[in-house]
């Protein structure tokens, strides 16, 4: 199965503390989500990720923000199921390859998405997807970019999420508003927006 068609929504989340990782986590699960990105912006984002894969299996836990080859080494190690990375140098690419797993490589422009179609990707991550144009400007690559699919992610909220979702080249959004609350009940809404 595609990373894209697991959810309408991928919580991305930034988490301070390792020890709310898993509550988290299963919170989510209940309400419908099985799937979370850990952004690696905390120290804690790695133990974060570990304590997931461990405890929360049924869960497809993913590393954010992979900007660098170490990163990816790293977070493969912990036991990350997928990586993103917000662009897409060479180095970085090359790194996540080598892991072996499945990855959403970023995109803002239409050139860094045709380089990225031509080293045989096809679903990618649109980043940061309100500050590049959002929804329209998705709408007006896919005619040129049929063959391309993304996750829009940076700064879509529960509101703005359907117009990103009814749009043939949108598989999934990623959205941070699921952890501003109640996690279970805004992830059975994120849940039911598909």
Same mark, same amino acid.
């Given at each position: 199965?595609s990373?894209?068609d697991i959810?309408?929504? %991928?919580?991305v989340?930034v988490?301070?503390?390792a020890?709310a990782? %898993?509550?988290? =986590?299963?919170?989510l699960?209940?309400g419908?989500?099985g799937?979370? /990105?850990?952004?690696?912006r905390?120290?804690a984002?790695? &133990?974060?990720? !570990?304590r997931?894969?461990?405890?929360?299996? !049924?869960?497809?836990v $993913?590393? &954010?923000? %992979?900007t660098?080859p170490e990163l990816?080494?790293? =977070?493969? +190690?912990?036991? =990350?199921?997928?990586?993103v @990375?917000p662009g897409? @140098?060479d180095?970085?690419?090359?790194?996540?390859?080598?892991?072996?797993?499945?990855s959403?490589?970023g995109?803002? @422009?239409v #050139? /860094?998405a045709?380089?990225?179609? /031509?080293?045989?990707?096809t679903?990618?991550k649109?980043?940061p997807?309100?500050a =590049?144009?959002g929804?329209?400007y998705l709408? #007006?690559?896919?005619?040129?970019?049929p &063959?391309?699919?993304?996750?829009?992610? $940076? &700064?879509i909220?529960a509101?703005?999420?359907? +117009?990103?979702?009814?749009?043939?080249? %949108? $598989?999934c959004v990623?959205? #941070?508003?699921?952890?501003?609350g109640?996690v279970?009940?805004?992830?059975k /809404?994120?849940?039911?927006?598909?």
């Open positions: 199965m990373l894209l959810s309408p929504v %991928v919580p989340v988490i301070d503390d020890d990782a %898993v509550p988290l =986590a299963q919170a699960l209940r419908g989500i799937i979370i /990105e850990v952004t690696l905390t120290p984002a790695l &133990g974060a990720i !570990e997931i894969a461990a405890e929360v299996p !049924e869960t497809v $993913g590393a &954010g923000t %992979v660098t990816a080494a790293e =977070a493969a +190690k912990a036991g =990350a199921r997928f990586l @990375t897409a @140098t180095r970085v690419l090359d790194a996540v390859a080598d892991t072996g797993l499945p959403l490589p995109a803002a @422009t #050139s /860094e045709m380089r990225l179609a /031509e080293r045989g990707f679903e990618l649109f980043f997807a309100e =590049a144009g929804a329209p709408k #007006s690559i896919a005619g040129p970019l &063959g391309l699919r993304f996750c829009p992610t $940076g &700064g909220t509101a703005t999420a359907p +117009k990103y979702l009814a749009l043939p080249n %949108v $598989g990623g959205g #941070s508003w699921l952890t501003s109640d279970e009940t805004l992830a /809404e994120a849940a039911a927006l598909r």
